[in-house]
Every structure is written in C-alpha cells, then in structure tokens.
Nanobody, 118 residues
Framework: VQLQAFGGGLVQAGGSLRLSCAAS????????MGWFRQAPGKEREFVAS????????DYADSVKGRFTISRDAIRNTEYLEMNSLKPEDTAIYYC????????????WGQGTLVTVSS
C-alpha cells in the first residue's frame, strides 16, 4: 500500500490550502484515514481523521472550525481543507491509513510541507 500526499506549499497567514492523499496498491479495504503533522523541533501530532464508512470525523482542538477532512471513497483519496491558516500550522503534514481499530494506523505517506508566513 502506498500513500501519496499533495498540496503543501507556502501561504500567508489567513490563507487556505487543500491537501490530498491518494491510497494505492494492494488495498483490501479502507476503514479510516487521518492527517498528522510535525512541526520543527516538536513531536508528531494528530490533526484529523475520518471513518470511511459513514464519514464521521474527529479533529484536534487546535484546528476545529478551520480545517475540514473529507474523502472520496471511489478514488481512495482523503482531503484536508485548511482555512484561516496560522504560522503555528507550519509543519510537515502526513497522511495515514488505518485498519479496523480506530486511531491505529498501518501505513503512512511521505509528508508534504506546509509553511504559513506571518
């Protein structure tokens, strides 16, 4: 299974970016996917997740109301719409694919850099 993330870049504070992550390879089924991020000098942290069946979502408190996670089940792709970006959102964003147990991730993408300038 491979995860390919796209959409990172440089944006000014208050701006928006949309990340996407496509899963490919020997997929049996997708149960949930998520986004994590790691800022320089910090530990990786959870950003958002989505259950493939039903589409229910969870968010970190720091991004609630600004970020929206969604998925396209036909294309095996998840998205992260990021609005009202802040400099503290600067990080490498990683997508992840999970199995039957929620919040346990089996596969990780290579990461895409998001830089928010003040």
């Amino acid at each position: 299974v491979q995860l390919q993330a796209f959409g990172g870049g440089l944006v000014q504070a208050g701006g928006s970016l949309r990340l996407s992550c496509a899963a490919s390879g020997r997929l049996v089924s997708i149960y949930h996917m998520g986004w994590f991020r790691q800022a320089p000098g910090k530990e990786r942290e959870f950003v958002a997740s989505i259950r493939w069946s039903g589409g229910s979502t969870d968010y970190a408190d720091s991004v609630k109301g600004r970020f929206t996670i969604s998925r396209d089940a036909i294309r095996n792709t998840e998205y992260l719409e990021m609005n009202s970006l802040k400099p503290e959102d600067t990080a490498i964003y990683y997508c992840a694919l999970g199995g039957r147990t929620y919040n346990q991730y089996d596969y990780w993408g290579q990461g895409t850099l998001v830089t928010v300038s003040s």
